[in-house]
């Protein structure tokens, strides 16, 4: 019987996530990849280069790389053709092709005639796949069907992200609100493949969700006691002059701050529900205010790291500003009062303070939840014959 349940426990959120995923996949919205008749967009060999009007200026280059490309696919595969690299001067977006590279080359054509080919970048998807699979078959031999489960909800939240989230930003839907319901919704699934739905798993959910709305209200406030506007966010004012001016970019920032931080909430919520669960188990008879205690105490220990966790992966995006401000010797004081900087400050102190709420939160409604029905467990059993 318990392993009958146990199975079960298994399986539905299996079953259910994977129906998700396959539902959200095929959301129909009005931001589907871009197609153009008579183009194709295949890989490219590199057969050789005629770098004559590549012009260096310094660190710089500028001009035109011309190519000659064997392509790998489409209707043209194997055929030779020239291609050109336009170089803007930009060491950020350029790229630059040797013999033996492969490219991601547009072809545009008419009929039979091929009538221009672009290199757009270096051909990467190949090693992209491999490098994917190598993660997944890494995590699901160390950790099982657990593995199988985080791989699970790792598709989930790419899927959600993309075909929800950002569309749903895009077509003008507060953006706070639609990042509220998208964290809640990430938070349930997660939770419930790592769990199945079960005590465990609300109290989990009850504790994450809490700890994010602390930090949604605490985004809300700051960021206007900061001033800051959206548009700190990378490639921001290219989508505002892409025909979306009229974006809330604040909200979306603010929507960022939360859903950024929520996946380590999730792990503090998991981590001390996990706890309060294995020490309620092991000591049925454990009080309430017991099991709180506990959980509180797991979650002092893990904090110490959790709030590092936040800093580190933030900071480490910013390796080459920081850097730029200390080889231009600029004051602390000039560099603390920058808008960028002022936001990184924010996404990293109201995220650590969203795992600071989540403990007490989670370790409230982990002991009251369990420590309650595992007493009331062991009591209809000494009351069995």
């Known amino acids: 019987m318990a392993e009958a349940g146990l199975h079960r426990r298994n399986t539905i959120p299996i079953i259910v996530t994977v129906i998700a995923i396959l539902l959200v996949m095929f959301v129909p919205h009005s931001f589907e990849e871009r197609t153009f008749p008579n183009t194709e967009r295949v890989a490219g060999l590199i057969l050789s280069t005629d770098d004559t009007y590549v012009v260096d200026?310094?660190?710089?280059?500028?001009?035109?790389?011309?190519?000659?490309?064997?392509?790998?696919?489409?209707?043209?595969?194997?055929?030779?053709?020239?291609?050109?690299?336009?170089?803007?001067?930009?060491?950020?977006?350029?790229?630059?092709?040797?013999?033996?590279?492969?490219?991601?080359?547009?072809?545009?054509f008419f009929e039979d005639d091929i009538k221009a080919v672009t290199l757009v970048d270096h051909y990467r998807i190949n090693w992209e796949i491999f490098l994917v699979a190598l993660f997944v078959i890494a995590l699901v031999s160390f950790a099982g069907i657990i593995g199988f489960k985080s791989l699970l909800s790792f598709i989930f939240s790419i899927v959600v992200i993309w075909r929800v989230l950002i569309p749903m930003f895009l077509l003008g839907y507060n953006p706070v609100l639609v990042g509220c319901v998208t964290a809640f919704i990430l938070t349930t699934v997660i939770v419930g493949l790592v769990y199945g739905f079960d005590r465990r798993s609300l109290a989990a959910i009850i504790g994450a969700l809490l700890g994010l709305g602390v930090t949604c209200l605490m985004a809300i406030y700051f960021v206007g006691v900061f001033k800051i506007h959206g548009a700190v966010m990378p490639f921001s004012e290219q989508l505002l002059y892409s025909g979306y001016s009229w974006l809330n970019l604040t909200q979306v920032f603010i929507a960022g701050i939360f859903i950024a931080s929520s996946g380590a909430v999730m792990d503090l919520a998991v981590d001390i529900t996990s706890?309060?669960?294995?020490?309620?188990?092991?000591?049925?008879?454990?009080?309430?205010?017991?099991a709180v205690k506990s959980g509180m105490n797991v979650g002092r220990a893990v904090l110490g790291t959790m709030s590092t966790t936040l800093l580190l992966a933030?900071?480490?995006?910013y390796i080459g500003l920081l850097m730029v401000f200390m080889a231009q010797q600029i004051p602390l004081i000039n560099i603390l009062n920058l808008k960028f900087v002022s936001s990184e400050i924010l996404h990293t102190i109201i995220g650590s303070f969203g795992l600071v709420t989540v403990a007490p939160f989670t370790a409230l409604a982990a002991g009251l939840l369990l420590a309650g029905a595992a007493g009331r467990a062991q009591k209809r059993q000494q009351r069995e014959p």
Do not use: M, W
């Open 275 to 290: 706890a309060v669960a294995e020490v309620v188990a092991k000591k049925p008879e454990i009080s309430r205010f017991e």
């Open 314 to 317: 933030y900071s480490g995006g």
């Open 57 to 108: 200026v310094g660190l710089i280059r500028t001009g035109e790389q011309l190519c000659e490309v064997e392509l790998l696919g489409g209707r043209f595969k194997g055929r030779h053709v020239s291609g050109t690299n336009i170089l803007a001067g930009s060491l950020e977006q350029d790229k630059f092709f040797a013999p033996g590279d492969k490219a991601l080359v547009t072809v545009d």
